[in-house]
C-alpha cells in the first residue's frame, strides 16, 4: 500500500515536472518569436533605409558621371551654322554672334562670365516701365548662376520630383541659360516668379524693346526642351524684335537642334 502511494506520488510530481518544463519551453519559444519578428523587423527597417539611402547615392553616382561627361564633353556641332568656341557655342545673326544654349549645346564647367553689364541695365529699363505701367513686378530677379550653383540646384530637384520631371523645367549643370549671364527670372511682388496673364502678354509684345526674348514660349517643349516659362528673359540684343515677331523659339528662328537631352 505505502509502495502503491509512493508511485502515485512519484507519477504525479513527474507530471507536474513534465508540465513546468513544457510552460517553460511555450514561453521561450513566444519569447524568441517576438526578438526574431522584432529582429526582422529592425533589419527590414534598416534594408529600407539602406535601399533608400543606397538608392540617392546611386543616383548621386549617376549624375556625377553624368556631370563628369557633361564637363568633359567632346565639341560637336549638329549644324552646320553652329560654332564651337572652346567653352560655349554660338551662331551668325544679322547682326552679332549669337550663344547658344540648349540640351544639345552646353556651356563649359569653367565658362564664368558673372552677370552681362549691358543685358543688366536693359533689364532694369524693363523692370522700371513695367512697375510704371502697374505691373506688380519686384526690383529683384534671378540672373547669373555658376555651374556650381546650377549643379546642386538641379540636383535638389531631382530628389524632389525625379531626374525625368527636372529635366522639363530645371536645367543640367552646365546646360542652363543662366550661366551665360544673359538670362533673368523676373519675380512679382510676392515673391513668386512672373505668370500673370496681363504681364506675361506685356513681356511677350515688349521685351525686344530692351534687347530680350521670351525664351520658353508657349506650345514649344519640342523645340526649346522645356516646358514654357513666361517669366524667363534671354538678352539677344538688336535681332530680339525679329525673333520675338516671328513667333519662333530661338531653335526655330535659327534652324538649330532643339528639344531634348541625347538621353532622353
Not at 510552460?23 to 533605409?49: H, L
Not at 543685358?119 to 512697375?131: C, H, R, S
Request: glycine share 8%.
Amino acid at each position: 500500500m505505502t509502495m502503491k502511494y509512493s508511485k502515485l506520488i512519484f507519477l504525479a510530481a513527474s507530471v507536474l515536472v513534465l508540465g513546468a518544463c513544457s510552460s517553460d519551453k511555450d514561453t521561450t519559444g513566444d519569447s524568441s518569436d517576438k526578438q526574431a519578428a522584432s529582429s526582422t523587423s529592425t533589419v527590414k527597417k534598416q534594408d529600407a533605409e539602406n535601399g533608400k539611402n543606397s538608392s540617392q547615392d546611386t543616383t548621386t553616382s549617376s549624375d556625377s558621371a553624368d556631370t563628369k561627361k557633361e564637363q568633359n564633353h567632346e565639341a560637336k556641332t549638329l549644324d552646320q551654322n553652329v560654332s564651337y568656341n572652346g567653352s560655349h557655342y554660338s551662331v551668325k545673326g544679322k547682326y552679332d554672334e549669337i550663344l547658344v544654349v540648349n540640351k544639345h549645346y552646353p556651356l563649359s564647367a569653367s565658362y564664368n562670365p558673372g552677370e552681362n553689364s549691358t543685358a543688366k541695365a536693359e533689364l532694369l529699363k524693363l523692370i522700371a516701365d513695367m512697375q510704371a505701367q502697374g505691373y506688380a513686378i519686384s526690383d529683384q530677379y534671378s540672373g547669373f548662376r555658376s555651374y556650381d550653383t546650377q549643379t546642386e540646384l538641379y540636383q535638389n530637384y531631382v530628389n524632389q520630383d525625379g531626374k525625368a520631371a527636372a529635366d522639363r523645367y530645371s536645367a543640367r549643370p552646365g546646360y542652363s541659360e543662366h550661366q551665360t549671364g544673359l538670362a533673368f527670372d523676373l519675380i512679382d511682388k510676392n515673391g513668386n516668379l512672373v505668370q500673370e496673364a496681363g504681364a506675361s502678354q506685356w513681356l511677350l509684345d515688349n521685351a525686344y524693346k530692351y534687347g530680350f526674348i521670351v525664351r520658353y514660349l508657349e506650345g514649344k517643349e519640342g523645340s526649346t526642351g522645356y516646358m514654357p516659362e513666361s517669366w524667363h528673359l534671354r538678352y539677344i540684343g538688336q535681332e530680339a524684335k525679329e525673333i520675338a515677331q516671328s513667333g519662333k523659339s530661338l531653335e526655330e528662328y535659327f534652324g538649330i537642334t532643339g528639344g531634348g537631352y541625347e538621353d532622353q
